[in-house]
């Protein structure tokens, strides 16, 4: 099993690009989640499907939009991206709410 | 606004020393997470911690969660070098029963 897969791995954006990040997970999980890590801020929550067909807001979801596609996959888009959103981020899963959640590699995105 | 804080931030022991790392969090939860990353790399989940009063060990460390003080600990027992990463805690926000609010993290250093 892979777990939770990633991509890009890597990107950088000029202001006001737009982009679409990939997460797809084999597990069989029902949850899915976003987050992005900037130093010293420990993990953010942006935006969390608790199962297929549904999506939440988290912490902080402004300038940032969800797809839960199927059960395996949920992309994170930014619409136009802004040097405030350079971060990386990692997609995570869990089989439900109180189950521990599994990280992806992460994708360190950089806007200039 | 759920706060989880983290104390300390910085730890850097010798090796063979025990030391304690605390996660307080400031509204009511029955749920802690603990989650260890090396640097440059993904979240690992390590304990996950649901009723007041648990204990979990796992090699050197050990977690416990006193949900009526709302502390978590997280216990080194003397310490090797390959335990060097950070450790977040992470409380589950609200009543999603899905979003988490993580600490900023510990990091730790582990030297001979």
């Known amino acids: 099993n892979a777990g939770v897969t990633q991509t890009p791995k890597f990107q950088v954006l000029k202001t006001g690009q737009s982009m679409t990040l990939q997460c797809a997970q084999d597990?069989?999980?029902?949850?899915m989640y976003w987050y992005r890590q900037d130093p010293g801020m420990g993990l953010r929550l942006i935006y969390y499907?608790?199962?297929?067909?549904?999506?939440d807001k988290g912490e902080v979801p402004n300038g940032y939009n969800v797809s839960r596609l199927n059960k395996r996959e949920f992309s994170l888009r930014l619409e136009s991206a802004a040097p405030s959103q350079t971060s990386v981020y990692f997609c995570?899963?869990?089989?439900?709410?109180?189950?521990?959640?599994?990280f992806g590699p992460g994708t360190r995105l950089t806007v200039t | 606004e759920l706060k989880v804080e983290q104390n300390p931030l910085f730890l850097s022991m010798q090796e063979g020393k025990n030391y304690t790392i605390y996660c307080n969090y400031s509204t009511t939860s029955d749920r802690l997470y603990w989650y260890r990353q090396d640097p440059g790399k993904s979240l690992e989940s390590l304990f996950v911690?649901?009723?007041?009063?648990a204990v979990k060990q796992e090699g050197r460390l050990m977690a416990s969660l006193d949900t009526k003080a709302r502390l978590s600990t997280l216990h080194i027992t003397a310490a090797v070098h390959d335990l060097s990463a950070t450790y977040f805690c992470a409380v589950e926000v609200g009543n999603s029963g899905y979003a988490l609010n993580f600490g900023k993290g510990t990091s730790l250093l582990v030297t001979p």
């Open positions: 995570a899963s869990s089989l439900d709410a109180i189950y521990e959640q599994y």
């Open positions: 911690l649901l009723s007041n009063g």
């Open positions: 499907s608790a199962s297929e067909g549904t999506t």
């Open positions: 597990m069989n999980h029902n949850s």
